[in-house]
């Protein structure tokens, strides 16, 4: 009988599971994307001050989601929420795009991101 973890997790032990599936296949194609990743991205862009890091987190997210990014989209629910955004917030995030992007991405998104959004450990307010 196979059974499936319905249990909860720290976005910290999430993102550790997602990066753990991603960072070996990019590594082994573009091994400089990590190091590029962390020095422009993290480094240069998001510590810019004219932006909350919660605000970045949306912005991010719904750039993702136009896009069709999945995975990118997976590591960026966590931060979101890291940051501050709640499931709720982020279920809306995804709402408000179908004027802009369509069901499909959204839907595709939401799908993507349902089993990290069940499994985090957040207060919800």
Known sequence: MSETVESTASIRALRA??????????????PDVGKFAASF??????????LSQRDR????????????????????TL??????LTKTEIGEILTQLIPYVGFPLVVSAAEKIADLMERA???ES
């Open 17 to 30: 599971e997602v990066l753990a599936a991603l960072s070996p296949k990019v590594a082994g194609v573009a």
């Open 121 to 123: 450990e957040v207060a």
């Open 79 to 84: 931060r979101g929420l890291a940051n501050g």
């Open 41 to 50: 991205a993290y480094g240069e862009i998001w510590p810019r001050p004219e």
């Open 57 to 76: 987190s949306i912005a991010t997210i719904a750039a993702l989601v136009t896009l069709s990014c999945a995975e990118e989209l997976k590591l960026h």
